[in-house]
């Protein structure tokens, strides 16, 4: 049996108390940032995009969000420059639970009528995931169904450094939370057998309404690339 000295020991304790001050460091270095309901942890190296910029950039698109709120790279400054985060709110009425997993198939048929590549899909924390691949551009879509229709957290970045920002994308996507009035609340529309009568005698399609956000979203960092790519070759 191996007898483990008293410095030894020490060392060790000291050692996991590093690291456990490292890690409340590193938890310390981000900071709250509410995106019209949506609550986000940003790590310190980010600011949040100037909403005239972003304005101007979405009309200029044509692009049709309710709110639009943006944050990137201390580094970029002043310009819209990769990575950047988009969160794009839009009201076109409620989701059922039951609809949810239709998403999918609206989502994956933009993506090929757009002629991009569709890489993650998955469900977690009540969210969708996607990834997209459209050009020299790559972004993760984090989707969640709020009381009112959809908020969505768009990570934009070139394809070559999407693989070092991924992690980066995933820590702020999983911090997001709902706020009043975004966050859902208990419906009679969640019923799978009361839903779909209800829904049938609504004029909404919600699917339809899903498919336009994703094609949007898909033409827009589209676009932004091919202007930031122009800009960055003067």
């Not at 039951?98 to 999918?104: H, K, N, R």
């Not at 989707?143 to 959809?150: A, N, S």
């Not at 070092?164 to 706020?179: D, K, M, P, T, Y």
Request: hydrophobic share 45%.
């Amino acid at each position: 049996m191996k007898i483990i000295r008293l410095p030894q020991v020490a060392l060790l304790v000291w050692a996991l108390l590093m690291a456990t001050a490292s890690a409340s460091a590193q938890q310390e270095r981000s900071w709250l940032w509410n995106a019209g309901g949506v609550e986000l942890e940003l790590p310190s190296t980010w600011q949040e995009i100037s909403p005239s910029l972003l304005r101007g950039k979405v009309s200029a698109l044509g692009m049709s969000v309710d709110h639009v709120y943006g944050a990137q790279t201390l580094k970029a400054g002043d310009s819209l420059t990769y990575p950047y985060l988009l969160v794009s709110i839009k009201n076109g009425g409620r989701m059922a639970d039951w609809q949810l997993p239709q998403m999918e198939q609206s989502i994956r048929k933009s993506v090929e009528k757009s002629g991009s590549q569709l890489g993650r899909y998955a469900w977690k924390d009540g969210a969708v995931w996607v990834e997209v691949t459209t050009g020299d551009v790559k972004f993760m879509n984090v989707m969640l169904p709020t009381e009112k229709g959809l908020a969505t957290l768009s990570f934009y970045s070139t394809k070559e450094e999407f693989a070092s920002w991924r992690r980066v994308f995933e820590q702020i996507g999983s911090s997001a939370h709902l706020q009043p009035p975004l966050a859902r609340q208990s419906s009679l529309m969640d019923n799978s057998i009361i839903g779909p009568f209800l829904r049938s005698l609504s004029h909404v399609d919600s699917v339809i309404f899903f498919s336009c956000v994703a094609a949007g979203l898909l033409a827009l960092g589209g676009v932004w690339f091919v202007r930031w790519r122009a800009k960055a070759k003067r």
